[in-house]
Nanobody, 115 residues
């Protein structure tokens, strides 16, 4: 049984920063690709960033240069450092784990970027 718990969301002004965390339990964390997705009201869930077991990363074009995904295998945690936040970054952010094509999701953490 896998549980993913996101934290770190909140309300920030444009240009501000947040660091999201996703703690995993019930899995061999180090051998699975982890990702961050987000879903804004009225939109489909979209990929934000992924990180492989070897530390290779990929980002959505909209967040390149602003967001950084990282992982700490010892802590079974994946992070998303979010800088220079924009109102369009407002969404519910989910982390996930790709276990050989089977995707597991956390409950999400809300990020709101507003004046």
């Amino acid at each position: 049984q896998l549980q993913l718990v996101e934290s770190g969301g909140g309300l920030v002004q444009p240009g501000g920063s947040l660091r999201l965390s996703c703690a995993a339990s019930g899995s061999i964390f180090s051998i699975y690709t982890m990702g961050w997705y987000r879903q804004a009201p009225g939109k489909q869930r979209e990929l934000v960033a992924v990180i492989t077991t070897g530390g290779s990363t990929n980002y959505a074009d909209s967040v390149k240069g602003r967001f950084t995904i990282s992982r700490d295998n010892a802590k079974k945690t994946v992070y998303l450092q979010m800088n220079k936040l924009k109102p369009e970054d407002t969404a519910l952010y989910y982390c996930n784990q790709n276990r050989g094509g089977v995707i597991y999701w956390g409950q999400g953490t809300q990020v709101t970027v507003s004046i």
